[in-house]
């Protein structure tokens, strides 16, 4: 058995280590990340430079973020099935990106403005005539 060395036992010198910097990307597609897996929130896609673009509940909904210090704002702009209660989809909406931004950047998230760009109804069966026997 060897001797622990000397290196082991000293003080870590916690004031040199650095510090770690998100970019303001990182957090937004962290939240719209969260946005799309963890909720039933949709966002756009196809075409291009937002022409022609197509309303998808799997892909994943826009987000902007204001970054000062170490506090974020948020803005998500998601679409939604319908119907639904929407007061109670975006405020559960905020909540879950709220605490799963903030547990996984470690980012104190403050604000979350949310708007519904557009509402998806349930696709129905096309109507075809019946057959007359």
Not at 30 to 58: H, K, M, P, Y
Request: without cysteine; glycine residues 8%.
């Amino acid at each position: 058995m060897t001797a622990p060395s000397a290196a082991m036992h000293q003080p870590w010198d916690i004031e040199g280590r650095g510090e770690t910097v998100l970019a303001r990307k990182v957090l937004e597609k962290t939240a719209s990340q969260v946005a799309r897996d963890e909720t039933f929130a949709g966002g756009s896609s196809g075409g291009f430079l937002g022409i022609g673009s197509r309303a998808d509940l799997s892909a994943r909904p826009d987000a902007s973020v204001e970054l000062a210090g170490n506090v974020a704002s948020l803005k998500v702009t998601v679409g939604l099935p319908y119907p639904m209660p929407l007061r109670q989809a975006t405020e559960q909406l905020r909540r879950r990106i709220t605490e799963r931004v903030t547990e996984l950047t470690g980012v104190q998230v403050r604000q979350v403005d949310i708007t519904v760009s557009w509402l998806k109804p349930p696709q129905r069966e096309l109507r075809r005539r019946r057959k007359l026997q």
